[in-house]
């Protein structure tokens, strides 16, 4: 597969350019190299992170292959526009405030149902605002795109020691090239689809489940290699478990506070490799992240 993905960055706080705005440059889709250009040149105050990702993904090896075309947009009227007369969208990094629409205006709603209806783009939604976004996410307008999207903070770190913008690239990048590797904190990690990790991205749902440092130093134990086994080592030697109510059919995570008021008898120890083993890599995580999981 030799054709280009396309990245598309909706955002309207791109740094204002006298040039550009002579040229009409902010009136439709920005090139890559107009946006290098201001990623360059430009003051970005607030948004610098936006800005070394985009330093970052034009100058990655797999755009120098031709494997990924990035284009900015000021609008997302803009963004629709060009995609309905042809543009694929693959991945789009999807602002959530602009001046016509702040938080609370149904636009930003409206806008993001449109591109996730008339796309197959995941789209990372990408907010100053993210504790107050999860409440508009999930109504049941969103229910059947919840594994197409997912909510960050705009400079914010996830968890442990991976920004936003980190994990945005690695996706982007990993999405595009299947080179085979993916890099962490500088790292070259060999990856070979298998049945836990779908492509080399999917690595970070382990960096998020059991934190960056242990990884790092598991990944010296398995010869920097992700293959199946290797998967099944790191999990297997972090010790970690959940645990599971049959009868009820729910996981929950020993941390949640409810487990002091359930009976602990209804409940069983499970570990994450079990776990993953059954389920997998995504509900590890989900039920991490909510402390509690129906089945």
């Known amino acids: 597969n030799n054709k280009p993905i396309n990245v598309l960055i909706i955002d309207d706080e791109f740094p204002p350019n006298d040039e550009f705005r002579i040229r009409g440059v902010y009136n439709s889709a920005i090139s890559s190299d107009d946006l290098y250009h201001l990623a360059i040149n430009s003051e970005w105050n607030h948004l610098v992170d936006l800005q070394q990702l985009i330093k970052d993904v034009v100058s990655s090896q797999a755009t120098k292959e031709g494997l990924i075309n990035l284009i900015g ?6 963004a629709l526009f060009e995609i309905g007369n042809g543009l694929q969208a693959d991945i789009i990094i ?15 709603k409206k806008w993001l149902l449109e591109l996730l209806n008339i796309t197959e783009a995941f789209v990372f939604i990408y ?16 229910v059947k795109f919840f594994s197409r999207f997912q909510l960050f903070l705009k400079g914010g770190g996830i968890s ?38 779908d492509k080399a991205s999917d690595i970070l749902y382990l960096q998020r489940i059991l934190g960056n440092q242990y990884i790092l130093d598991q990944l010296k134990n398995i010869q920097f290699s992700l293959d199946t086994a290797g998967v099944e080592k790191i999990l297997n030697d972090s010790n970690g478990f959940l645990f599971i109510n049959i009868e009820k059919n729910y996981l929950i995570s020993p941390e949640n506070r409810l487990i002091e008021d359930r ?20 509900t590890l995580e989900d039920v991490l992240e909510r402390g509690i999981l129906y089945l």
Do not use: C
Request: aromatic share 16%; proline share 5%.
């Open 73 to 78: 947009f000021t609008t997302p009227t803009q």
């Open 94 to 108: 999807y602002d959530w405030e602009y001046l016509n629409a702040p938080i609370y205006s149904p636009n930003s």
């Open 127 to 142: 907010s100053k605002k993210g504790n107050e976004l999860p409440r508009f996410l999930s109504d049941s307008d969103f």
């Open 160 to 197: 442990y020691s991976f920004s936003s913008e980190e994990f945005i690239l690695q996706y982007i990048i990993g999405s595009a090239s299947n080179s085979g590797f993916i890099k962490i904190d500088g790292i070259p990690i060999e990856f070979t689809s298998n049945n836990y990790l």
């Open 263 to 282: 009976h602990l008898h209804s409940l069983e120890k499970i570990t994450y490799l079990e776990v993953v083993k059954k389920l997998s890599l995504s």
